[in-house]
């Protein structure tokens, strides 16, 4: 049981560092575009589809499509008469 | 010069032509409004089939005509004319005189639209000793300035039949007096892309 515990110590200490009690990088959560959604993807470290966590309007999208669909091209005819 | 035909290609040899009418011809009376074909021999013309659609006796020119005057009154445009094919900064397509009379909201306006094509329906081509030398003549003091820069406007497209054109290779290539760079037959992909490409205002609130 003694042994378990030191064990147990050794796990934690060699885990999370003297002093730190950082997360471990069990998942990585992407963000993924998806048409005008954004949503926000947990995976393995191996890239492993855990589970979607949020899915919400993708806002930079937007704004993309405004300027997709802007003019796009300089109105200048008028100032080049033939 | 390759032994094909290619989209941009100059030819020479081919009617160009123009059907003009009144009224469209909805009824029989309406014939009586007459119409005209206008045929001309350009000096030059240019092929705007893509290179693989042409064929089947079927071709896509246009002529080569001379460039606006005007051009000329922009001194980024009359340093090199080429530079009206590609994109631009707004400040760039308009003569430095024009530009710092709009007024502040404008320039705002037209900064927000950012870099983008001007003459959209215009691609200029560069100067050749192959193009005849023509005189532009220009308003008040300013000097004549002779020039061989041509242009094409996407407008004046005509659809041609030709036997002859068989396929891209299998055609008179005894017509073809020069060819667009690789670079220069992209910008002109790209510009007439956009020509057809560019959303009506009444089309984008629906796509929205």
Redesign the interface.
């Known amino acids: 049981m003694g042994l378990q515990e030191k064990d147990y110590d050794y796990d934690n200490l060699r885990n999370q560092g003297t002093g730190s009690h950082e997360e471990l990088d069990e998942y990585k959560i992407i963000l993924y575009p998806f048409d005008k959604y954004q949503i926000k993807i947990k995976l393995t470290p191996s890239n492993e589809f855990i589970g979607i966590i949020e899915v919400k309007i993708n806002k930079e999208f937007l704004s993309h499509k405004q300027k997709i669909?802007?003019?796009?091209?300089?109105d200048?005819?008028e100032?080049?008469?033939? | 010069m390759d032994n094909v035909l290619r989209f941009g290609d100059i030819l020479k040899g081919y009617i160009a032509i123009t059907p003009r009418i009144k009224v469209p011809f909805l009824e029989v009376s309406s014939l009586n409004e007459g119409y005209n074909i206008d045929v001309n021999l350009p000096i030059f013309s240019v092929v705007l089939s893509p290179s693989c659609s042409i064929g089947h006796a079927i071709i896509s020119l246009t002529p080569l005509i001379k460039v606006r005057n005007t051009f000329f009154d922009n001194p980024y445009f009359a340093e090199d004319l080429t530079r009206i094919n590609p994109k631009m900064e707004p400040q760039q397509a308009v003569p430095p005189h024009v530009w710092d009379k709009f007024p502040p909201e404008e320039k705002q306006k037209r900064l927000e639209e950012g870099y983008g094509y001007a003459f959209v329906e215009l691609f200029i081509y560069e100067k050749n000793d192959l193009f005849p030398i023509y005189t532009v003549h220009r308003k008040g003091k300013q000097e004549d300035i002779k020039t061989s820069y041509y242009m094409i406007d996407f407008r004046n497209t005509y659809k041609l039949n030709y036997e002859k054109i068989k396929t891209p290779e299998d055609a008179p290539l005894e017509s073809k007096c020069l060819q667009l760079s690789i670079q220069a037959r992209s910008e002109l992909r790209d510009k007439i892309a956009y020509y057809y490409a560019r959303v009506p205002k009444e089309d984008k609130i629906l796509e929205d």
């Open positions: 669909t802007s003019e796009g091209f300089h200048v005819d100032f080049y008469p033939d």
